[in-house]
């Protein structure tokens, strides 16, 4: 744990009780804060008290010694409109920030020089934030992995010199966080999300741009307009800006050319990795990732060999795009992660003759972005909320069946790729939704994905494990 000493002796309150709102408590206790933390579930208010976080009404409590409003990345800071401990911290002209701001105060504080990676993006950031923490560590460098994968940030290992730091944060997080200042910041992507939480595409990328304007070096996807106009924008203030693209030859940054990862610099053209046969790095979109991860570590100080190897070596992500295991010729992917049609596009572009099952929590747009892979999915699997609406965008495009449950579309999409004589067949969960209809997180659609494969009969994992 990274106890909160910047806060000592300081009164703080904090509002959101979920598992990260819990570690910046604790954080704060630890560090000598006398803090004050409240949530308006009361299941989580009890759980804080067993926890031993002191707990009160934020509605009731006195504000004028109030140095700070620790706010959980999850709760409104401006829309659809301020959550009522916002108005009253504003009212009494408290700072409001997160964990991510108590984290970067924090390293400043103790070990300013500790490398700092932070990686945001519409989509992609979790394969490339643990893309970035296994080539640092197969390298032998000391270091943490955390924010919005994995472990809250709080709960790492404190900052000391030659320790890295590898975080990713999401628009909730960087809102929070002012201050944030990386050493390398990264933009993968943007495009249209979390908008009812944001107001517009506009407020929405500007957020995103903060991480990367108070980066000593920003490295920037510049494959979408909006990420462009950002890498010019801050490229033009004088900051150190490195450009990557999965799509397009650069005069000047990385770029993919087919398996090949090239760096452009001075007119010359030099390939400092490959993905080639890299089951756990197929895919543009994993190129754009890799990409990333290359010029971070690079000026991070690694060799070209030492991120060859690690690319090599890299097991992959749960839940996104996650090698399961076969059952004869049919191979299984768990893409849990992918909750909205932009997320579900670099699988359903990585494999040909799949068996997809797909729904859940619908989001706006559906799946018609989608409708140019349609002519890869052999069969559809239909569940929850998006199953009629999801049918009525395939149409006649592509065969689909309502399946209802997980369990069902597992046992069905087995079955069918099993019996139809394709060449290599994919059972692909990437839902293209949220799971909340039928499943707490996307992490446990996925575990159960994962189990209903397990259990049928004739799989063998990738580990060697068969039943």
């Keep these: 744990m990274i106890a909160a000493r910047s806060f000592a002796n300081r009164s703080v309150a904090l509002f959101g009780l979920g598992g990260s709102g819990i570690a910046t408590a604790r954080a704060l206790i630890e560090g000598g804060a006398k803090m004050i933390a409240f949530d308006d579930n009361p299941q989580s208010v009890e759980q804080a008290k067993s926890a031993g976080v002191p707990v009160s009404d934020l509605r009731k409590i006195d504000w004028t010694p109030v140095s700070s409003l620790l706010l959980a990345p999850g709760v409104p800071l401006t829309h659809p409109k301020p959550h009522w401990t916002v108005d009253l911290a504003r009212a009494a002209g408290v700072e409001i920030i997160g964990d991510i701001e108590l984290f970067a105060r924090e390293r400043r504080l103790a070990a300013p020089d500790a490398p ?9 950031k979790s394969t490339t934030t643990a893309l970035i923490a296994h080539l640092l560590r197969h390298a032998g460098r000391d270091t ?15 900052p000391m010199p030659g320790r890295h730091y590898v ?3 999401s628009s909730y997080q960087i809102d929070l966080a002012p201050s944030l200042d990386p050493t390398v910041g990264i933009l993968l992507n ?3 999300d979390h908008l009812d939480r944001h107001g517009t595409m506009q407020h929405y990328a500007a957020i995103k741009e903060r991480l990367v304007a108070g980066s000593e070096t920003a490295v920037i996807a510049v494959d979408d307009v909006h ?10 203030a004088g900051n150190q800006v490195v450009r990557i693209s999965k799509r397009h030859e650069l005069a000047d940054g990385y770029f993919a050319s087919g398996s090949d990862l090239v760096h452009a610099s001075a007119g010359k053209n030099e390939t400092v990795a490959s ?21 971070a570590c690079v000026a991070l100080g690694l060799t070209p060999a030492e991120v060859q190897a690690g690319l090599t070596s890299f097991p992959g992500l749960a839940h996104r ?22 997320a579900a596009a670099p699988a359903l572009s990585s494999f040909g003759n799949i068996y997809w099952i797909a729904g859940g929590l619908p989001k706006e747009g559906g799946i018609e972005t989608l409708r140019g892979f349609f002519p890869r999915v052999k069969r559809a699997y239909l569940i929850g909320e998006a199953a009629p609406a999801f049918a009525a965008t395939l149409g006649d495009a592509a065969p689909f069946e309502i399946a209802g449950t997980l369990d069902a579309a597992v046992t069905h999409a087995a079955r069918d790729a099993g019996a139809d004589g394709v060449d290599e067949p994919v ?35 990738f580990g060697g494990t068969s039943k």
């Design 116 to 124: 700092l990676v932070a990686i945001t993006g519409t989509n992609g």
């Design 144 to 158: 943490q992995m955390g924010g919005n994968i994995g472990k809250a940030v709080m709960t790492l290992e404190p």
């Design 167 to 169: 975080v990713e944060c």
């Design 190 to 192: 943007l495009t249209p």
């Design 227 to 236: 990420c462009e106009q950002i890498a010019s924008r801050l490229e033009a």
């Design 275 to 295: 993905l080639h046969g890299i089951d756990t790095l197929r895919g543009q979109h994993n190129a754009q990732n890799a990409l990333a991860a290359v010029a």
């Design 321 to 342: 795009m996650e090698l399961v295991g076969t059952r004869g010729n049919v191979l299984f992917v768990n893409d849990s992660k992918a909750t909205n049609a932009e």
């Design 427 to 461: 059972v692909l969960l990437s839902p293209a939704c949220a799971s909340f209809d039928q499943f707490k997180n996307f992490e446990i659609r996925g575990d159960a994905f994962r189990s209903a494969v397990q259990a049928l009969d004739g799989f063998v994992s």
